[in-house]
């Protein structure tokens, strides 16, 4: 990654590859020199938000106490049983891994008893979601769509099982300018990501072609 960010200003013979005899003494003779134009490109890149970011946004909604929401590849429940939970929400956490609706059923009985009653669990995957037409209110999809090659399904689905005025809430990794090509390559097969599906202007056209509005884009 230091390379990468800082390769402009690396002065000529520092291009080595970790292993080779000079590359520690190259590496940290360098490093001082550009640690300062490295620092910046990190913050500008990560522009932090808070982590309670998506909650805020729901926030912002306004959406009364006992509004339908799908909580779209759930994992284990966490988001599932905080929407329950803040909102009082009516919660339904949909993951397609059986091991994950498990996990997240078993963890009910650790809730209070009037947000266990919010929240239910049930197998399915984005791009056929078990629940019926226009019966949602909130779509929560929190860091699942790289997994998901066939984002117009998926939009579309979210799209059908909304109400009208309906809100989506989408997160996600996209992959950004400074990603280069190998470093790329490692990381979406390592975390198992659809290339394609983490293109932002991909997702843009999906969104607009499923009938959305983005209305927020926050980073
Ligand atoms: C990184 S985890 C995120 C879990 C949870 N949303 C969270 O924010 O903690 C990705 C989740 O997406 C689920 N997933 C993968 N493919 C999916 C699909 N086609 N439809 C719905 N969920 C999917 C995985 O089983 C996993 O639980």
């Not at 984002?151 to 990794?173: H, T």
Request: aromatic share 8%.
């Amino acid at each position: 990654m230091m390379r990468g960010v800082g390769s402009t200003n690396v002065p000529a013979g520092t291009d080595n590859e970790p292993g080779e005899p000079d590359w520690l003494e190259h590496s940290y003779d360098a490093f001082p020199r550009l640690e300062e134009a490295f620092n910046a490109a990190l913050a500008e890149s990560l522009q932090p938000c808070g982590p309670e970011l998506l909650y805020d946004l729901v926030r912002e909604m306004e959406l009364p106490s006992g509004s339908s929401a799908a909580d779209i590849g759930c994992g284990e429940g966490t988001h599932t049983y905080q929407l329950a939970e803040r909102f009082q929400f009516s919660v339904t956490g949909i993951d397609p891994l059986p091991r994950h609706i498990e996990i997240a059923s078993t963890a009910l009985a650790s809730l209070a008893p009037e947000v266990a009653s919010l929240v239910q669990f049930a197998q399915g995957a984005a791009e056929g979601l078990p629940i019926g037409d226009a019966t949602v209110d909130l779509v929560w999809c929190r860091d699942v769509l790289v997994h998901v090659a066939d984002l117009d399904r998926a939009y579309s689905e979210f799209r059908r099982v909304l109400r009208p005025n309906g809100r989506a809430l989408v997160y996600q990794m996209f992959a950004g300018e400074r990603l280069e090509a190998r470093e790329a390559d490692w990381l979406w097969k390592t975390m198992g990501v659809v290339p394609t599906s983490a293109d932002a202007a991909r997702t843009d056209a999906t969104i607009s072609a499923a009938g959305f509005r983005v209305d927020k884009c926050a980073m």
